[in-house]
T-cell receptor, first 115, second 113 residues
Framework: DVKVTQSSRYLVKRTGEKVFLECVQD?????MFWYRQDPGLGLRLIYF???????EKGDIPEGYSVSREKKERFSLILESASTNQTSMYLC??????????????FGQGTRLTVV | AQSVAQPEDQVNVAEGNPLTVKCTYS??????LFWYVQYPNRGLQFLLK??????LVKGSYGFEAEFNKSQTSFHLKKPSALVSDSALYFC???????????FGAGTRLFVKA
């Protein structure tokens, strides 16, 4: 079974803090993704990576950055947390290929609250 | 640009009755279409996908979906709903050759005993 593990289920951080969300997958997937999930908006793509040290902006990258130093690990960084970044964050991975016919495997999510 | 619409925020159905969760999409080329389910406080789980071939796709837990190219739809169906099917369902689309998957806003399914 594919396992995508996010380091925290729940986080509470203060405004202005630098926040790190970690994600690890154990299936040697090339592609990894970070989404945020908000009620009524579905999932919105923040960043994705199709190889080590490669990253591409998604639809809402502002205020975020990512790091992919190893194939299995994809980190999301909130440079200076703000209250409008309170959300559920979901990491996902998938098999390689621009063809894109493969489904994604998701972590359990991190519910981040910024106070 | 890609887009996907789930026109119903919520669907209510009685246990044992058939269920349908609607999805329409827009892509510039040929679509890859997916359904995912999310149970409370969990990540998303893959249910089924349409890539090519037969328009009727069968997936996990007895779910199926029908790809209709002329109506640009990919509705999720199940012949007989279970209370345990109650969850949040997401339709997603990706165009061939793309990395990005676009998700709908989600439809909450309530199955009443």
């Amino acid at each position: 079974d594919v396992k995508v593990t996010q380091s925290s289920r729940y986080l509470v951080k203060r405004t202005g803090e630098k926040v790190f969300l970690e994600c690890v997958q154990d299936m040697d997937h090339e592609n990894m993704f970070w989404y945020r999930q908000d009620p009524g908006l579905g999932l919105r793509l923040i960043y994705f990576s199709y190889d080590v040290k490669m990253k591409e902006k998604g639809d809402i990258p502002e205020g975020y950055s990512v790091s992919r130093e190893k194939k299995e690990r994809f980190s999301l960084i909130l440079e200076s947390a703000s209250t409008n970044q309170t959300s559920m964050y979901l990491c996902a991975s998938s098999l390689p290929g621009r063809a894109g016919s493969t489904e994604a495997f998701f972590g359990q999510g991190t519910r981040l609250t910024v106070v | 640009a890609q887009s996907v619409a789930q026109p119903e925020d919520q669907v209510n159905v009685a246990e044992g009755n058939p269920l349908t969760v609607k999805c329409t999409y827009s892509v510039s080329g040929n679509p890859y279409l997916f359904w995912y389910v999310q149970y409370p406080n969990r990540g998303l789980q893959f249910l089924l996908k349409y890539i090519t071939g037969d328009n009727l796709v069968k997936g996990s837990y007895g779910f199926e979906a029908e790809f209709n190219k002329s109506q640009t739809s990919f509705h999720l169906k199940k012949p007989s709903a279970l209370v345990s099917d109650s969850a949040l369902y997401f339709c997603a689309v990706r165009d061939t050759g793309g990395f990005k998957t676009i998700f709908g806003a989600g439809t909450r399914l309530f199955v009443k005993a």
